[in-house]
């Protein structure tokens, strides 16, 4: 196996000299540069090309994500993955979004470590349990809360859909374009999700949300 090449990124320079002596003592490891914010990973990447970056996300200037969403579309040869004590589903989203193809927390051991760099190297993704994990209670959460939609309040999976955009605040063009569907199509759903749910108006609609659990504040 060839040496892996990888680029630390993160502001705090004692969390860097923990990961890299923790990958440093392996053969098949090699550092070549470490950077302190997104701008400066991304001039080092016009002289160094790494296999694999391990990234945070809060950093002074750019954020991870960012800096992820740039290195994706300028060099989508390069891995990146996401080493972040954030694990809420939304920043694992905006990750993946942005090109990410892996996240771990940063309480992550070093075997795990190594196994996500390895993976991420050989092509495939990789994703902690504890992420992993997160993402199926937010799946059950949400499933069963529009399941109970659909059984007790009559709505169909397209009004739960244009429920949950509308409460999140797009307009009905917004929300029609997202849908691919007519501004008059989505007023109509409206109409008749406010008919079901004995609701007068959008904001109500949006208090039934927040109440229900089917849009987070």
Known sequence: MSKIKIILT??????????????????????????????????????????????????????????????????????????????????????????????????TSKEELLDAVKILYEGGEYYSKLVSDNFLKNYIKKFKIEQNLMENDDLTQREIEILKLAASGLSNKEIADKLFISTKTVDAHKNHIMQKLKLKNTAEMVLYAVKNKIIEV
């Open 10 to 107: 993160d502001d705090h320079r004692i969390f860097r000299d923990g990961i890299k002596s923790l990958l440093s003592d392996n053969d098949f490891i090699n550092i070549i540069g470490e950077a302190s914010s997104g701008n400066e990973l991304l001039d080092m990447l016009k002289t160094h090309k790494p296999d694999v970056i391990i990234l945070d996300i809060s950093m002074k200037g750019l954020s991870g994500i960012e800096v992820t969403r740039q290195i994706s579309s300028l060099y989508p040869e390069i891995r990146i993955m996401i080493l972040s004590m954030h694990t809420d589903e939304e920043f694992v989203i905006n990750s993946i979004k942005a090109g990410a193809k892996g996240y771990l927390p940063k309480d």
